[in-house]
């Protein structure tokens, strides 16, 4: 429903033509709402944007993090460095051909002892993130990310 406004009484304080057309069209609302449609839709989709970006990100943090753990515990089996590193590799190439949202050839994978005797076994996994929609995603909203690295340590032993 449109109501009509009085228009502002002139006062001889008003003769500059500026003003005077000022006065007149302080009355009209015609075209706010597309007036703020154009201030505030900007706002919104680069909210928007940052929201499908970094939901993105964690989706694949997550699924890298799951990755290494698991192929942390698969490796727990071998009995030799070297057989612990052949079961972490494959459990990461058979993990990666199966997931949906995994590239193989963006995956890389390296395993690791620490401690003295080797009493712990790390699994690390990096992910480059240059064929998903992610790094153009993180420019309009100025973030980068262009590659995640996840690490699983599992201890030997305790038995």
Request: proline share 4%; no cysteine.
């Amino acid at each position: 429903m449109r109501v009509n406004r009085p228009l502002p009484v002139r006062t001889a304080a008003s003769n500059d033509p500026q003003t005077s057309r000022l006065v007149a069209l302080s009355g009209h609302r015609a075209g706010t709402a597309a007036l703020e449609l154009a201030i505030a839709a900007p706002i919104f989709v680069l909210l928007l944007l940052g929201m499908i970006a970094f939901g993105l990100y964690f989706m694949y943090l997550h699924e890298l993090q799951e990755l290494a753990s698991s192929a942390a515990r698969a490796s727990v089996s071998g009995l030799s460095q070297s057989e612990r590193n052949s079961l972490a590799l494959q459990f990461v190439s058979n993990s990666v051909s199966q997931s949906i949202i995994l590239n193989a050839s963006d995956v890389s994978v390296s395993t690791m002892t620490s401690g003295s005797p080797a009493t712990n076994y790390s699994v690390t996994v990096s992910y480059d993130l240059k064929d998903t929609p992610i790094p153009m995603l993180a420019q309009m909203i100025s973030m980068q990310f262009s590659n995640i690295t996840r690490t699983s340590t599992i201890e030997f032993g305790g038995y």
